[in-house]
């Protein structure tokens, strides 16, 4: 029953003309995404300054927010473990609400540097005489054989 509330007022915050939105999220959200797991995600954007953001999480409690003199707010939210199950995260500002959908949480890797980056598994294995789709290599640089689940 909370889902089908949550819903309702997100899709009546749509009906709404999108000149009068004021709720934004950071670019970096958005549905789809993949979330870190077990760790505080910060979450910010912009409402009408003074309001109180609502962060609905569909494995925690809400959090709640207020924007400041210029808009601009901040909260966070303690992530669960990771699972193949999608979430949905949920905020809401007076009458304007943004749904993220399809939100995976896992492991979550940035990776940066230069030429070696251009260097794929696919590779490392095939030098190896390995199938890059039926093995990876470990901490110790041992190939072992993988399952992928579809």
């Not at 797991?37 to 959090?63: E, M, R």
């Not at 007076?94 to 070696?116: H, K």
């Amino acid at each position: 029953m909370k889902q089908f509330w949550i819903s309702f007022l997100f899709f009546q915050a749509m009906a709404l003309p999108s000149s009068f939105a004021q709720l934004k999220l950071a670019d970096i959200f958005s549905s789809r995404m993949v979330i870190q797991q077990q760790t505080q995600l910060n979450v910010w954007g912009w409402a009408t300054p003074g309001s109180t953001v609502q962060i609905t999480c569909s494995w925690s409690k809400s959090v709640l927010s207020v924007a400041d003199g210029s808009g601009k707010w901040q909260t966070g939210v303690q992530t669960p473990k990771a699972s193949l199950i999608p979430v949905q995260i949920s905020v809401i500002s007076g009458a304007d609400g943004i749904l993220l959908t399809d939100v995976l949480v896992g492991e979550v890797w940035l990776c940066s540097s230069q030429s070696n980056m251009e260097w794929s598994v696919a590779d490392s294995t095939a030098r190896m005489g390995k199938d890059p789709k039926t093995s990876m290599l470990n901490r110790n640089n041992q190939l072992h054989a993988v399952s992928y689940v579809s």
